[in-house]
């Protein structure tokens, strides 16, 4: 997965607009824009009115192109289009959580990618938001993360985590040799949950993570347990059992706290669609008393 970031110091939103749609069948979706994502002249009106509030300064940044790609795989069409739309809106949340965005995916080279039109300031704002390189990186470290852990279909990935994952293998290539011999099915099954369960970050996560690692969940009466390579093993005699339990109360809690955020972000957005009529209404009403002082100066100088 590679995600790829240039900046543009001109209004150029119409010209980026058309480079998205030079495919016939290109995929378009809007992020905090109120036009319909395929309505070129209102989407670029968007972009234009909200630059408006940035100052004219020779050589910053109006907008950003940026493009997110996967690593060659073997999977379908379909497949990579759910996957990089759901990459792109998580990406867009971490780097520009209130900007205006758009976004493009495109089958048209060897592996399918998506572009995004990014506006340098967020919504209604009269700065520009600068990214320091750090936090760029940060982000391409956590979306690299996200998708190495919730999609396992897709071989892992390491081009932005490349550092600490090559501390942590020579780590685990340590230990190993110090134990070598003694490592037994159970200590690698024990190692895989407990790894699991730290990063899980929802439970779709795990069990899609324990499918790709073909281990089966089991509950009978009060008794919690796993079947990995045919063998039935208890959580409690395994030592887990009250981690488990204690990640499914985190992810409860994390899903109660993403609800919460959709619900405050709706209401957000609501009170911007209000705020933004209110201002498309004023400056109407500006247009309207501009024109009738043009037409009462023309009228002056006939008489």
């Known amino acids: 997965m590679i995600i790829k970031s240039m900046s ?6 119409a010209t980026l607009y058309d480079y998205f749609c030079k495919n016939e069948n290109v995929n378009l979706r ?17 972009f234009l009115e909200n630059s408006e509030y940035l100052k004219n300064s020779r050589g ?9 790609s996967l690593k060659k795989n073997d999977l379908s069409v379909d497949e990579q289009k759910v996957i990089l739309e759901d990459l792109a809106f998580k990406y867009l949340s971490l780097r520009a959580e209130n900007h205006l965005g758009l976004m493009a995916l495109h089958l048209d080279k060897e592996h399918i990618h998506i572009h995004l ?10 700065k520009r938001t600068r990214l320091s390189k750090k936090k760029f990186h940060d982000i391409q470290q956590q979306i690299e993360r996200y998708t190495n852990q919730n999609y396992p279909q897709l071989e892992p990935t390491s081009h932005y985590l490349r550092d600490k994952i090559s501390q942590k293998e020579k780590q685990t290539e340590q230990e190993l040799k110090h134990k070598r011999g003694k490592t ?22 795990l069990k899609n993570h324990f499918q790709y690692l073909n281990i089966e969940f089991y509950i009978r009466g009060k008794t919690t347990g796993v079947i990995f390579e045919n063998k039935k093993y208890r ?25 919460k955020r959709a ?35 023309n009228f002056e100088k006939e008489l």
């Open 30 to 46: 809007g992020f905090n824009i109120f036009s319909n994502a395929n309505n070129r002249e209102e989407v670029i009106k968007e």
């Open 60 to 68: 910053k940044n109006y907008l950003y192109h940026e493009i997110i």
């Open 8 to 13: 543009r110091s001109s209004k150029s939103f």
């Open 235 to 259: 959580l409690k005699t395994l030592g887990l059992e009250e981690l488990y339990f204690r990640t499914l109360k985190r992810l409860d809690k994390k899903q109660e706290r993403d609800l």
């Open 184 to 205: 037994t099915k159970k200590d690698q099954l024990k190692t895989l949950l407990k790894e699991a369960f730290k990063k899980a970050n929802s439970t779709t996560f």
């Open 117 to 126: 039109m990014i506006s340098s300031n967020r919504i209604l704002e009269n």
């Open 263 to 297: 619900k405050t972000k709706a209401k957000v957005n609501d009170d911007f669609s209000e705020k933004n009529d209110r201002i498309s209404k004023r400056k109407k009403e500006m247009e309207k008393v501009r024109a009738s002082q043009s037409k009462n100066k």
